[in-house]
């Protein structure tokens, strides 16, 4: 089983629908992220999370909320869905601490907005 | 705010070496990361620096030199498995200590 993971893989919606995206880790990491990769855009920084208590925004977070409901819990909302939402989501996790804090990802959810 | 350059294709034979450039600016340089991804996959880490020099490992070797923001991914002996997309990424601490990535480079290795 993969150490991140994300539900739903794939999902089509239409505008105006409110749509959760959920990640959650095995790996006991306290630091969970939110990015999304569009073609020609590379990734993108939605919100990240250090502990429960904490979330921040990204580069990017208009249009995007999130809850960090545990530690190996952190989803991501998008109350409203647009069309120029349509991106494939990752969510990674990543040690605090750690020299390196290399970013562990999951196997992405790719969201179809109509 | 952050900035990260690097080409967005590259071609290369098998067996060949390539070198992927990355220039960033940022005003919070904390380590620069590469990370591989293939089409339809998750990125995966590949090397991290944060001082100057290079880091080998295997056939993957990372450069940093800080006071250019500059890096460079060197890929040796390259196989038809190594076309893939190279993100470089730069950690920042300003706001907590942040992950940024460029665009990525597609690389794809021909016969």
């Known amino acids: 089983d993969a150490d991140v993971t994300q539900t739903p893989r794939n999902r089509i919606t239409k505008t105006g629908k409110r749509i959760m995206l959920e990640c959650s880790q095995t790996?006991?990491?306290?630091?969970m992220y939110w990015y999304r990769q569009d073609p020609g855009l590379g990734l993108r920084l939605i919100y990240y999370?250090?502990?429960?208590?904490?979330?921040n925004k990204g580069e990017i977070s208009d249009g995007y909320s999130v809850s960090r409901q545990a530690q190996a819990k952190f989803s991501l909302s998008l109350e409203s869905a647009i069309p120029n939402q349509t991106a494939l989501y990752f969510c990674?996790?990543?040690?605090?601490?750690?020299?390196?804090?290399?970013?562990?990802f999951g196997e992405g959810s790719r969201l179809t907005v109509l | 705010g952050q900035n990260i350059d690097q080409p967005t294709e590259m071609t290369a034979t098998e067996g060949a070496i390539v070198q992927i450039n990355c220039t960033y600016q940022?005003?919070?340089?904390?380590?620069l990361f590469w990370y591989q991804q293939h089409a339809g996959e998750a990125p995966t880490f590949l090397s991290y620096?944060?001082?100057?020099g290079l880091e080998e490992k295997g056939r993957f070797s990372s450069f940093l030199s800080r006071s250019k923001g500059y890096s460079y991914l060197l890929l040796k002996e390259l196989q038809m498995k190594d076309s893939a997309s190279y993100l470089c990424a730069v950690r920042d601490h300003t706001g907590g200590f942040k992950t940024i990535f460029g665009a990525g480079t597609r690389l794809f290795v021909k016969a």
């Open positions: 940022t005003s919070g340089f904390n380590g």
């Open positions: 990674a996790t990543s040690v605090a601490g750690e020299n390196t804090g290399e970013l562990f």
């Open positions: 790996k006991g990491h306290d630091r």
């Open positions: 999370s250090f502990d429960v208590k904490d979330i």
């Open positions: 620096n944060v001082l100057d």
